[in-house]
């Protein structure tokens, strides 16, 4: 089975064609050009250069969120697009639990952060064991002081990973203690990393056609919420 796996889901945009014996190949970009600008050169040039066309994927893998509202709706739009005229199945991922999968191969608990802005950050704890990935709650939006207290009901090292792992560390470095920052390499979502959480949904059978796939956003777009507070002003 081979599957092609993207990620636009931050500022960070990467597509990885992969089977379930190995990964055929990757390209990955962190630059300041809009995913729409690089996702479809990447994919074609990923295709031709493994020599495998669109026609013979099995399935498309996407992270669906959260993250960036744009990315996100690139990605996804991406992915539908490539499989609504194959009727090629499609695999939507966490970009949060793709993260934890970085760390495959570590004993460790995987604290993943992306900066939500005004101190919150989307989040989600995966505790990693050799090659597998166990979650511990669901992805959700809340605040920085909410999570210190949240990561100190645990004993066991704690790897950061994502775009919020930064400012996450700096937050909480001075109130808790085995809480580290994940190595460059393994901190920031990648395709290949969507393409190892997408094989476990394969196995069990959870795939989603094209119309069905949707992005996960967990909060309102920021023009959304401005809107709103104007409208309960007026009331």
Do not use: W
Request: net charge neutral.
């Amino acid at each position: 089975m081979t599957i092609l796996a993207l990620d636009t889901s931050a500022k960070a945009a990467s597509v990885c064609l992969a089977s379930e014996e190995k990964i055929i190949g990757e390209f990955f970009i962190n630059v300041s050009l809009t995913h729409s600008q690089t996702l479809a050169p990447m994919t074609e040039q990923l295709c031709r250069n493994a020599g495998i066309s669109f026609d013979e994927l099995d399935a498309v893998a996407v992270n669906v969120g959260p993250g960036s509202f744009t990315g996100v709706r690139i990605g996804v739009a991406a992915a539908k697009g490539l499989a609504f005229p194959r009727k090629l199945p499609c695999v939507a991922v966490s970009t949060l639990e793709s993260m934890a999968y970085n760390l495959l191969g570590s004993d460790c608990l995987v604290c993943a952060v992306m900066d939500a802005r005004c101190s919150q950050v989307y989040n989600a704890l995966f505790r990693v064991t050799g090659d597998r990935v166990e979650r511990l709650c669901e992805d959700r939006a809340l605040a920085l002081t909410d999570l210190a207290p949240e990561l100190g009901k645990y004993s066991e090292n704690i790897q950061l990973v994502g775009d919020g792992a930064q400012i996450s560390f700096d937050f909480l470095q001075n109130s808790l203690s085995g809480v580290t920052l994940a190595p460059m390499n393994k901190r920031t979502q990648t395709a290949s990393s969507v393409a190892l959480a997408a094989f476990e949904r394969l196995k069990e059978h959870k795939t989603l056609t094209a119309a069905e796939l949707m992005p996960v956003y967990l909060r309102l777009p920021q023009a959304q919420r401005e809107l709103n507070l104007r409208l309960g002003a007026k009331q």
